[in-house]
């Protein structure tokens, strides 16, 4: 009796043993093949080149090398080097390694430019049963950059993503980052960023409970424990505690895009300026042309710095259009400006449902809401030459049709404003390219 328990509990185990190698099996072919279908999407983009190089094929765990290159007639260029080991598992396999960029030189640019020694370290966590991904990168922990008298230093960055059933996840974060040129000087503290981007699932969801809204889109945040601005021979400007947060709603071929933004305190040198909150709205935009509108200038891009590569590599100056595309706003905009007005045609709104301003300088809180309206009637028409002249620059203003109330006006604003000092609502209006105070014109937009 006893022997046939023995036995039947033997070959239960040999059983177990048989099931747990062969899910660990399926696993391993399952992430296998999901790494081989990542890197034949890469190779299908243009102009890049994924080459997966396995250097230990074991049946627990593996490890190897992903390059990723540029392609174009150069045969050394800088490459991403990703070392990668992942250990399979039947509920969760795991990914750690390290990254780098190989510079023409052969040096790694992080660890030997930009940092000492560093390169970024990731790992990664990907689920079976539920089909999500978590990944955490760090960065090296002091990032500096220097170049004709400006440098730029990053501190203690990450980066985190998520991917699971309710969308793509990605933050980041960073203790600080210093950027100094001869012209000005700039300081950001402890600072949190995040993007989430909702499924097709999610977003079904989420618009059964808010209908009103239309169907939501990006959810995008940003927190800044303090800013410092300052210009050479300024005095700096310093935000604290800056809370933003934006979120893209889809309605009827439209988008909208929602901003609520709070700050704590601003100063200039000792003086504190105080505290503001925004609620507004940007809504009424075409989404079949901005989407068409960030195709173009995705490729615009790609064009310029494929340009800029060539000069480069040439050691030509870069000709003088270029260089006004990259210092004249209108020759940037001039190479996708039809597609920039098409994403005008709706006329876009912009509401404020409320801006607060609080200082000391001020008796109580300051309030002010209304709406701004673009006429969009034939304006895929407009062109950016137009704007450079100063008729076309007034009949783009004559467009713009707005009516806000600020409440609570300070006695002194009141007076500049040519009203009594009692006044404390005033209306404010912006009528065929005229801005008017209590519907008294107070000046031409032009």
Do not use: C
Not at 61 to 85: C, E, K
Not at 392 to 411: E, I, M, S, V
Request: proline letters at 3%; glycine letters at 8%; aromatic letters at 6%.
């Amino acid at each position: 009796m006893k022997r046939k328990v023995a036995t039947g509990l033997m070959g239960l185990a040999v059983l177990a043993l048989v099931l747990w190698l062969g899910m660990l099996a399926w696993s391993r072919h399952q992430v296998q093949s999901r790494m081989a279908e990542q890197v034949a999407d890469i190779n299908a983009l243009s102009g890049i080149r994924a080459i997966n190089t396995i250097d230990d094929d074991g049946f627990f765990s593996s490890r190897g090398t992903l390059r990723i290159i540029m392609t174009d007639s150069d045969a050394v260029v800088p490459a991403a080097i990703i070392d990668w080991r992942v250990a399979y598992g039947i509920l969760r396999t795991r990914f750690t390694g390290g990254a780098d960029i190989e510079t023409r030189s052969g040096t790694a640019l992080l660890a030997s430019q930009l940092s000492d020694g560093g390169k970024i370290n990731f790992n990664a966590r990907i689920g079976h049963l539920k089909s999500d991904l978590i990944l955490n990168a760090t960065l090296p922990d002091n990032l500096h950059y220097q170049d004709q008298g400006m440098t730029l230093r990053l501190s203690g960055a990450r980066v985190k993503l998520v991917d699971n059933a309710q969308g793509l996840h990605l933050e980041g974060q960073w203790s600080g980052l210093d950027q100094k040129s001869p012209l000005r000087q700039m300081h950001l503290g402890d600072t949190h960023w995040s993007m989430l981007f909702p499924t097709d699932d999610a977003e079904t969801e989420a618009q059964t409970e808010t209908s009103s809204d239309g169907r939501p889109g990006r959810l995008d945040t940003l927190t800044v424990s303090q800013a410092m601005l300052q210009r050479q021979g300024g005095l700096p400007l310093t935000l604290s505690d800056l809370d933003v947060e934006g979120s893209t709603h889809h309605e009827r071929q439209e988008l909208s895009y929602r901003l609520k933004a709070h700050l704590g305190n601003a100063a200039f040198s000792e003086q504190q300026l105080g505290s503001a909150s925004l609620d507004a709205v940007i809504r009424r935009i075409n989404e079949q042309a901005a989407r068409a509108l960030l195709q173009t200038v995705g490729q615009d891009i790609e064009r310029r710095w494929q340009r800029g590569r060539e000069q480069t590599a040439l050691q030509t100056p870069m000709p003088a259009d270029e260089v006004a595309g990259v210092q004249d706003i209108g020759a940037l905009i001039a190479p996708w400006e039809e597609e920039f007005f098409a994403v005008l045609t709706d006329s876009p709104q912009l509401v404020v449902n409320s801006l607060q301003l609080e200082s000391p300088m001020l008796d109580q809180q300051m309030h002010l809401d209304g709406e701004l309206t673009l006429d969009g009637t034939d304006i895929e028409a407009a062109r950016i030459e137009r704007l450079r002249t100063s008729w076309g620059r007034a009949a783009f203003k004559r467009r713009l049709d707005g009516q806000f109330t600020l409440h609570n006006t300070p006695p002194l604003l009141a007076l500049v404003a040519g009203q009594s000092p009692e006044q404390d609502t005033l209306d404010l209006s912006i009528r065929k390219g005229v801005f008017l105070i209590n519907d008294e014109p107070w000046f031409l937009l032009n």
